[in-house]
């Protein structure tokens, strides 16, 4: 028996990105409270900034997950070459979380969790077409930036 899925429909994708986001944000989510909570987090984690505005969050959640799920999957891609499948998908989580530390270093640990599940999303829906591969990489990082997003202009704007 494979550990591929097969998704026979459009519903079948959004559900299965849907429950992949879940899943990442839950893990993202508390890692975040963590920090807050040991109070490491001494500034303002806000992802739009005072700038905040609705081509902010568009931006956020069309534009840069669709070029950062092409990155993902050139590395996932590169790292299928020599490691097995869940060693690919951690290092690529890794690689990609690191990308974001640069930008702050809480926020590759906040990440991680995504670009992992990503990865083995991506990588589980192996007997789909590429561009369904590409497609759940990019919706479960689209949903988490959109909520983020929202969550940031919801609450940090108050």
Request: charged share 15%; with cysteine.
């Amino acid at each position: 028996m494979s550990n591929f899925v097969k998704l026979a429909n459009p519903q079948d994708i959004l559900f299965f990105c849907f429950r992949k986001f879940f899943i990442s944000f839950l893990i993202s989510s508390c890692i975040l409270y963590a920090f807050y909570f040991l109070e490491l987090l001494n500034h303002d984690v806000s992802r739009t900034g005072s700038g905040s505005s609705v081509a902010n969050v568009l931006f956020d959640t069309l534009i840069v997950p669709f070029i950062e799920s092409i990155l993902l999957v050139m590395i996932i891609s590169f790292f299928d070459i020599f490691l097995s499948m869940k060693k690919s998908a951690i290092i690529s989580g890794f690689v990609f979380a690191s990308f974001h530390s640069m930008i702050e270093w809480v926020l590759g640990f906040v990440i991680l969790p995504l670009f992992i599940i990503s990865a083995l999303s991506y990588q589980e829906a192996k007997n789909e077409k590429m561009k369904i591969r590409f497609a759940i990489v990019f919706l479960i990082h689209a949903f988490n930036n959109l909520l983020a997003s929202a969550l940031d202009v919801a609450f940090l704007k108050v």
